[in-house]
């Protein structure tokens, strides 16, 4: 999502974007053209790491930045751009930085209602007006040739029928995961059209993979903690559609501008949709949702088991005939 405020950014002439990021998300930076260099983040998840990024701060302090835009809200976050006396450091105040944040700017969660708004509304000045979203949407840039060596790799080779992938996990928790048997469903009647189905992951959705695999008959290719990030985007760039719940696969999906359907069960759609124009959203907008948890407090997880597998077959139809 924060693509698009790279895509802001570079309106101006000139600009040099450099991204601090944590390891994981350095293939995907990659694959944006806008980003110049990727500086690795040396910080363990959820641990302050004082002395690591004192080190980090001062060693950008020669870089000479103009600016520095602090997405995350925690205090930690802006440590280092302020170490770095970066002299314009751009965001929302978050866990009161005033100080380490000298560009503070007030979010309007009403006027910028999705996470994409508020990170591109960054790239403005104060009493600037905001970047129109629909003209930044993500787009993730892959080599044919390194999509079709990681099919080899994988033992896939070039597939000459559809191909569906499915995405039945989600870090979050169970109340962001659409149930198995659905996922199943979807599955079988591809595969009945003659269509390959490609279960992607991580290892944490190798149990909810290998079920959907079992119910159809171990038909499928089960891909889930097989592949890096940099593979799970060049296969993604060579399905024909993909089914996905509200998860990160579901925004590579929609930054390669594929065919998608997104279930939405616990989450907003209307705070992280995936931001492209060939796809459907499958959310059921009840009274107990969206609640943000990671299990349902009342146990029947309605939002997502009433979204039915015919509703996203349709959708499926209706995007792959456009």
């Known amino acids: 999502m924060a693509q698009s405020l790279y895509k802001a950014l570079r309106r101006v002439p000139g600009t040099t974007i450099d991204v601090l990021t944590p390891p994981a998300f350095e293939p995907l930076l990659a694959m944006m053209p806008e980003v110049d260099e990727c500086i690795r983040a040396p910080f363990r998840r959820g641990r302050l790491g004082l002395a690591e990024r004192y080190r ?11 600016q520095a835009i602090v997405l995350p809200n925690s205090w930690k976050s ?5 170490l770095a006396r970066i002299p314009v450091r751009t965001g929302y105040l978050g866990e009161q ?23 591109t509304a960054l790239a403005a000045g104060v009493n600037e007006p905001q970047p129109d979203l629909d003209t930044l949407w993500p787009g993730l840039e892959t ?3 390194e ?3 990681t099919a080899e790799d994988l033992g896939l080779g070039v597939e000459t029928r559809p191909v569906l992938v499915l995405c ?10 659409w149930p198995a048997v659905k996922f199943a469903q979807i599955a079988a009647t591809k595969l009945g059209h003659d269509w390959q189905i490609w279960l992607l992951g991580s290892g944490s959705d ?18 889930t903690g097989r592949t890096s990030v940099a593979q799970a985007v060049h296969l993604m760039a060579l399905s024909t559609a993909v089914v996905s719940n509200d998860s990160g696969l579901m925004h590579i999906a929609a930054a390669l501008a594929k065919p998608l359907v997104a279930i939405f069960g616990s989450t907003d759609p209307r705070h992280t949709p995936p931001l492209s124009k060939n796809h459907r959203i499958e959310y059921l907008d ?13 146990r029947h997880v309605n939002c997502l088991n009433g979204i039915t597998p015919q509703s996203v077959l349709d959708d499926l139809e209706e995007l792959c005939a456009s």
């Open 56 to 66: 980090l701060g001062r060693g950008l302090a020669g870089r000479a930045y103009d």
């Open 78 to 82: 802006a440590l280092p751009p302020w």
């Open 97 to 119: 930085r005033w100080g380490l944040i000298n560009d503070v700017r007030k979010l309007d969660k009403q006027a910028l209602p999705t996470t994409a708004q508020r990170f």
């Open 143 to 145: 080599d044919r040739r």
């Open 147 to 149: 999509q079709h060596a």
């Open 168 to 177: 039945p996990g989600a870090h979050y928790g169970p109340s962001k995961q």
């Open 206 to 223: 190798a149990a909810v993979a290998s079920e959907i695999n079992r119910r159809c008959g171990n038909r499928c290719i089960d891909l």
């Open 286 to 298: 009840l009274s107990c949702s969206p609640c943000f948890k990671r299990r349902c407090p009342f």
